[in-house]
């Protein structure tokens, strides 16, 4: 199993821009599929950005298509979500996930099995 550890999360007024990343233990990162899910006050954890092991593909919700951006540097054991023009609705806490060893990344909270603590992100004026 892989151990998550988010960072990077804030406070950032609407249009502004956030990285957060997500540091893995072990050597094996560059086998797992990445994903970064969301939970805002009161609501369901939400999908936002996955990547699959190669970094080749990425997946992203339809709220965020366009503005986030998920990466990963394998070498460093880390995945990456570029946030830009942010928007009031995007504040949650953010959870960076790993996903099943060769496996694709897909939308759903049950096809991964690490979860780290989750990163603040608060966007206000």
């Known amino acids: 199993q892989v151990q998550l550890v988010e960072s990077g999360g804030g406070l950032v007024q609407p249009g502004g821009s956030l990285r957060l990343s997500c540091a893995a233990s072990g050597r094996t990162f560059g086998t797992y599929p990445m994903g970064w899910f969301r939970q805002a006050p009161g609501k369901e954890r939400e999908f936002v950005a996955a990547?699959?092991?190669?970094?080749?593909?990425?997946y992203y919700a339809d709220s965020v298509k366009g503005r986030f951006t998920i990466s990963r540097d394998n070498a460093k054991s880390t995945v990456y979500l570029q946030m830009n023009s942010l928007k009031t609705q995007d504040t949650a806490v953010y959870y960076c996930a790993a996903g099943r060893k060769y496996y694709s990344a897909g939308p759903n909270s049950w096809e991964y099995d690490d979860w780290g603590q989750g990163t603040q992100v608060t966007v206000s004026s």
């Open positions: 990547i699959n092991w190669t970094g080749r593909n990425t």
